[in-house]
């Protein structure tokens, strides 16, 4: 008798902790069914699969026939089912992105725990065949939790359905509540948490107000910044929109209803999802159409030529040079920041910047246009500028290993912020130049083509290269080689432990290392 029980024990602590992994890597699947299942397809050894099912096999015999062969089933089983548990405990210790305990998790959790203890007890309880397919299953859902997952994810999807509709209705209440506010959304394939955080210093010289943080541009996040942070006397609520497929950045404008927009870039980004240039157009453009509804005003980038091409004729453009009513002239650019004149529909100012690349100018252009148009005065913006500080992991320099310094861009993960990344890591002369990368993802087809182009970039700056995925970086590896890159001088690590393993046995005080994307668990292969 006490050999079930044992047996149902250790079935639910086993499946309990290799459900931890599976719901971090649905976690960073942003919840999607078909994207953790294309995650499992590349990520599931074939061996631990065949010995998963000979033990289910030998639960159902052994269930079946009885005292003659429960024992020793059983005794393998908890072998078995305490190997893998350790085992999902231990990948989950040594994951880049560990899972957050979000109240959706923890609901999840608990619905399998309970489902994992119902079907023991239950099987203990029973007799016969009840008893033989009750503790099958929970046999089953022990050693793979990736069902348990699929059916904890779709069985509480109406409920999680239920209490998202509910917390964005009274976000809606709350943003209506508060007079006078102002919306700015602000999308793009890149540049947008930048050039959010830019705009939103600029605005706090004239305005009370309030940004989405960090990367909350999903629905339920914009919906938990009004719900958290909103007050009564904001003026000014600055919205980052991020989207991976059509029709995202409409279900974020339907909750804020933006008065302002701000496009900062259409590209090659999520088109796994996306499928087509095309679509991602027509998504970011999504923000000018429920601007437009309310006669409000848009700004883009004139650099893009996407944009350029497509975008109707009363959005306003900004560039990088002069074609434009907001633009830059006289820019000097290099390790320490840089400097150049802000023209703001006719009127000019000086500027200076601590951020590093031109990209920033560009979206310093960008959010200024915005913030001159909404009455805070070209000094005002000049100042604000001056008190920028690098946007956490993204071009942030910093002290590193040995004395060395770090350029971390870990929240990179564009082609062209790739390459200006490289340039600015170019710009430190005199330094033994190195880049930390697994390249780039969520690409489509033009995946392979954008990082061979990153491995040729990297070869003609740096001094050693480590690329992070011993399959992930063929086409990096290839783009160096055919760059002329000294292959002795080239790495191909396993993780980024391993990377910085490498990188600590060479560098110094004359050491500068670019740290390009840092990918969560689910990329690395």
């Known amino acids: 008798m006490f050999l079930p029980i044992i047996a149902m024990a250790v079935a639910v602590v086993s499946g309990f902790l290799g459900l931890i992994r599976q719901y971090q890597m649905l976690q ?9 299942f294309g995650w499992l397809k590349g990520n599931a050894p074939l061996l631990p699969l065949i010995l998963k099912g000979f033990i289910v096999i030998l639960a159902l015999l052994a269930a079946l026939l009885g005292e003659s062969t429960l024992k020793e089933s059983l005794t393998l089983f908890v072998a078995v089912a305490l190997y893998f548990g350790w085992r999902a405990a231990a990948l989950n210790g040594e994951s880049i992105k560990k899972l957050v305990y979000t109240a959706r998790i923890k609901r999840m959790l608990a619905f399998s725990v309970v489902l994992l203890l119902v079907l023991g007890i239950l099987g203990i309880v029973f007799k016969g065949i009840v008893s ?21 994810l779709f069985a509480l999807k109406p409920c999680e359905k239920m209490i998202a509709n509910h917390y964005i209705n009274d976000a809606k209440k709350i943003l209506s509540s508060v007079y006078g506010i102002k919306v700015i959304g602000i999308t793009g394939s890149f540049g947008k948490t930048s050039t959010k955080y830019i705009l939103s210093r600029i605005l706090s010289e004239k305005f ?16 938990r910044t009004i719900r958290e942070s909103l007050r009564a006397d904001t003026e000014i609520f600055v919205c980052e929109m991020g989207a991976k497929n059509v029709g995202d950045i409409k279900e974020i404008c339907d909750i804020v209803h933006p008065d302002f927009g701000l496009i900062t870039s259409v590209g090659a980004q999520h088109l796994e999802t996306f499928k087509s240039i095309d679509n991602v157009f027509k998504t970011k453009f999504e923000l000018y159409d429920a601007v437009k509804a309310k006669s409000g005003t848009v700004f883009a980038n004139g650099d893009n030529k996407i944009i350029t091409e497509n975008a109707a004729e009363d959005v306003i453009l900004y560039s990088s040079s002069a ?19 802000l023209v703001l529909n006719g009127e000019r100012v000086s500027v200076s910047t601590k951020l590093l690349g031109r990209h920033n100018i560009l979206n310093i252009i960008g959010a200024a246009a915005v913030a001159y148009s909404l009455g805070v005065s070209p000094e005002d913006i000049a100042f604000a500028v001056s008190r920028l500080t690098p946007t956490e992991h993204r071009l942030e320099l910093k002290g590193s290993l040995n004395g060395s310094l770090l350029i971390d861009d870990a929240y990179n993960a564009n082609p062209e912020g790739c390459l200006e990344a490289v340039n600015v890591l170019n710009s430190f002369d005199g330094m033994k130049k190195v880049i930390i990368t697994p390249g780039l993802v969520e690409l489509g087809d033009k995946e392979f083509e954008c990082n061979k182009a990153l491995g040729e970039a990297a070869a003609k700056v740096c001094d050693k290269i480590i690329f992070v995925g011993k399959k992930r970086s063929e086409p ?17 690590a396993a993780s980024f432990k391993e990377a910085m393993e490498i990188y600590t046995s060479f560098c110094d005080e004359n050491t500068v290392v670019l740290l390009e994307n840092d990918l969560p668990d689910n990329y690395l292969k």
């Not at 960073?28 to 953790?36: D, E, G, I, K, V």
């Not at 859902?141 to 990736?146: H, M, R, Y």
């Not at 074609?323 to 004149?341: C, H, L």
């Not at 990096?476 to 191909?492: S, T």
């Open 28 to 36: 960073q699947n942003s919840y999607f069914a078909s994207r953790y």
């Open 132 to 152: 033989v397919v009750l503790l099958t299953v929970l046999v089953l859902l022990s050693l793979f939790p990736e069902l348990l997952c699929f059916i904890s």
């Open 208 to 223: 009370n107000v309030l940004h989405t943080p960090e990367s909350f541009n999903t629905p339920m996040g914009v919906v």
């Open 323 to 341: 074609g434009t009513n907001y633009f830059a002239e006289n820019i000097t650019s290099g390790r320490n920041g840089a400097n150049f004149d």
């Open 476 to 492: 990096l590896v290839l783009g160096a080689k055919e760059a002329g890159f000294n292959a002795d001088n080239m790495y191909i």
